[in-house]
């Protein structure tokens, strides 16, 4: 007699060791990457004077995690080199380790496994039969092409000034740097000196923004031009994106327009410009055209708040995700008109989804305090300052109110394994590490008062 019990155990053990094992693959990818890139950028042919290797490991984490917090000045700090290096850490770690795995298999007519298949379809966000190796084609044709039509924009300002040769190279390397919502930086003081500047403050957020949205939607927007056909999370996308960009400009400039350190001394049409520019790179990329660190506390609180949101899921962004966020508010909705199922657009929300949306924004708030509370132990700076650096770089944004240079060494080690934890996703390694499994087993229900 078969033992339907014991083969169901067998199933689900074999299952959960297989996510298991992908979890680690991913993580473990991820660090190899990371270690190569930092032993190259400590190379004394990759940086001018001296770099440490906390701070190389600090840089080419904040790289491959497209974050751009940095500790030193990338322009000066890293020879052509070591910049190059820097270039290729942040489209991996824009375009994801497996999609450039899958691209660099196909380039070379290897045969794909079906784990790795698995993996680039989880990571891609595709469900169903779905030709990845033509989509990851696809998707990396699309970065490309979107990164050097921003360089050829961005060239109208820089060649002028610094020459075809430098002028392009800066324009590439920041153009990279926008689509994979990086936020490095070759000048000193990021881009403050383009703070009016349109070509540079709309160029620069335009990338963001693509890059940002994620290859989830763009993908269902070229399949399926009409609104009705596209899926749930396109539309979420879709409308929340502009409302957060919209919100976030007019936040900024009633907070600011009358600060004379940050928009004060612009005219009507710069503070309208920065403070656009400021609401897109918040929840993406560490750029800025104003000098973070003289915002007013309201400015820094809704920034930090625009940070934990982020970008939208499969993309280059960080942050708990726009949808994320978005399915938590809908859950909240429900809550309070006390109906029985979340629902959006005419379509209804698996319990399942709701539960996970919770849970990444748990996980991810036990992770900040934890953070938190380890660096009041190691540096000496105010708490607010503390907060912003480190929600910054759990979000992969990078924006600073310019503490990062002089933490000490242990407090660059905690920003490192946020930024890691960030890029990856706080659920993946929480899940990771419980080694979950699934039960059968259902027990009898209980209330319990809350609230």
């Known amino acids: 007699m078969i033992n339907w019990r014991s083969n169901y ?20 990818s991820f660090l190899i990457i990371l270690m190569v ?10 940086h001018n004077g001296e770099v440490t290797f906390v701070n190389a490991l600090f840089t080419a984490t904040s790289a491959i995690s497209v974050t751009g917090l940095g500790v030193v000045d990338t322009g000066t700090a890293f020879t052509l080199q070591g910049q190059i290096i820097l270039l290729m850490l942040m489209e991996i770690g824009g375009l994801g380790q497996m999609t450039m795995t899958l691209l660099l298999i196909a380039m070379f007519s290897k045969r794909v496994g079906l784990r790795q298949q698995v993996l680039a379809k989880e990571a891609l966000g595709q469900e169903g039969s779905v030709n990845i190796i033509q989509l990851v084609k696809r998707i990396v044709l699309f970065a490309l092409i979107a990164q050097l039509i921003g360089t050829a924009v961005m060239a109208f300002r820089w060649v002028p000034e610094m020459g075809w040769s430098h002028g392009l190279y800066v324009s590439f390397f920041h153009a990279v740097s926008a689509f994979n919502n990086a936020g490095f930086s070759l000048f000193p003081n990021n881009l403050m000196n383009y703070r009016d500047d349109p070509i540079i403050s709309l160029t620069i957020p335009a990338l963001l923004i693509l890059g940002g949205i994620g290859f989830t939607v763009i993908v269902d927007l070229v399949r399926n031009r009409r609104w009705r056909k596209l899926k749930l999370h396109s539309k979420l996308m879709i409308l929340m994106t ?16 009358n600060n004379p350190h940050t928009l004060g001394g612009a005219g009507i049409g710069g503070q309208w410009l920065a ?49 994320t966020f978005a399915v938590v508010l809908l859950a909240t ?119």
């Open 37 to 46: 890139g930092t032993l190259f950028l400590v190379q004394p042919s990759s």
């Open 242 to 257: 502009p409302a957060l960009l919209l919100l976030g400009t007019l936040m900024f400039w009633l907070l600011e327009h």
């Open 275 to 323: 403070a656009f520019f400021q609401s897109a790179t918040a929840r993406t990329a560490g750029f800025n055209t104003v000098d973070i660190g003289q915002m007013v506390p309201a400015s820094l609180l809704f920034m930090m708040m625009l940070m934990f949101i982020g970008a939208g899921a499969t993309s280059t962004g960080g942050g708990i995700k726009v949808t």
């Open 333 to 451: 909705k429900a809550f309070l008109t006390k109906r029985p199922h979340v629902t959006a657009f005419g379509r209804t929300l698996s319990p399942q989804i709701v539960t996970r949306s919770l849970a990444i924004i748990i996980v991810s708030v036990m992770v900040l305090m934890l953070a938190m509370f380890l660096l009041t132990l190691t540096e000496s700076v105010s708490l607010d300052k503390i907060m912003f650096e480190t929600i910054s770089a759990f979000a992969t944004v990078g924006l600073t109110t310019g503490i990062t240079p002089g933490l000490s060494e242990p407090g660059k080690l905690i920003l490192v394994l946020v930024m890691i934890c960030g890029r990856l996703g706080p659920l993946t390694l929480a899940l990771m590490l419980a080694r979950p499994s699934e039960t059968r087993i259902r027990y009898p229900e209980e209330s319990v008062y809350t609230g």
């Open 9 to 28: 155990a067998f199933a689900m053990h074999r299952e959960t060791e297989s996510r298991w094992s992908e979890a680690k693959l991913i993580l473990g």
